[in-house]
T-cell receptor, first 113, second 113 residues
Framework: AQSVTQLGSHVSVSEGALVLLRCNYSSSVPPYLFWYVQYPNQGLQLLLK??????LVKGINGFEAEFKKSETSFHLTKPSAHMSDAAEYFCAVSDTGGFKTIFGAGTRLFVKA | EPEVTQTPSHQVTQMGQEVILRCVPISNHLYFYWYRQILGQKVEFLVSFYNNEISEKSEIFDDQFSVERPDGSNFTLKIRSTKLEDSAMYFCAGTGEGGSPLHFGNGTRLTVT
């Protein structure tokens, strides 16, 4: 069975500081991994995806994530936080069949001026 | 860019009543999903639908729930007899290929009183 664990329900950073949101996954088969962002009163939007082509994945808005199989991790980073990055971030894992994508509990990112 | 459209945006109903939540997926998508997000909590998988039948469902998706794609465009979630604990945001999502990122609608906020 697949599962996703996001460490830290809330993360607070100063504007311009490094953003690091942690995600660990469990999967019995090579997974597809994703990060989604949710702004208030909206659906989830894809930030980036890992599908085994490259371990370092670049996404939109300056975010990137690195797949580390040995650590079963897929942490999301951004070198310099912007106020507009304040949102809820969800890590997700999907099986290759695509019938089920499981989401982590989410991490709310606060950005201080 | 094509969008997933959900209606209504907000539905208020009394306990015990039936509700139908509607979604118009992106036209070339083949896999369809419903997710639920109780206020402040994680995004929970309810059901996936492919080739006009349920592919997988969670333990949440009990006999009170059903899904249909009646006319090849709309995708509906029916809750037969709503309970207070069904109050949540319900998201429809779709994708064209198994394991690909999901495209989400903006959700229907269901309030059961």
């Amino acid at each position: 069975a697949q599962s996703v664990t996001q460490l830290g329900s809330h993360v607070s950073v100063s504007e311009g500081a490094l953003v690091l949101l942690r995600c660990n996954y469990s999967s019995s088969v090579p997974p597809y991994l994703f990060w989604y962002v949710q702004y208030p009163n909206q659906g989830l939007q894809l930030l980036l995806k890992y599908t085994s082509a490259a371990t370092l994945v670049k996404g939109i808005n300056g975010f990137e994530a690195e797949f580390k199989k040995s650590e079963t991790s897929f942490h999301l980073t951004k070198p310099s936080a912007h106020m507009s990055d304040a949102a809820e971030y969800f890590c997700a894992v999907s099986d290759t069949g695509g019938f089920k994508t499981i989401f982590g509990a989410g991490t709310r990112l606060f950005v201080k001026a | 860019e094509p969008e997933v459209t959900q209606t209504p945006s907000h539905q208020v109903t009394q306990m015990g009543q039936e509700v139908i939540l509607r979604c118009v997926p992106i036209s070339n998508h083949l896999y369809f999903y419903w997710y639920r997000q109780i206020l402040g909590q994680k995004v929970e998988f309810l059901v996936s639908f492919y080739n006009n039948e349920i592919s997988e469902k969670s333990e949440i998706f009990d006999d009170q729930f059903s899904v249909e794609r009646p006319d090849g465009s709309n995708f509906t979630l029916k809750i037969r007899s709503t309970k207070l604990e069904d109050s949540a945001m319900y998201f429809c999502a779709g994708t064209g290929e198994g394991g690909s990122p999901l495209h989400f609608g903006n959700g229907t906020r269901l309030t059961v009183t």
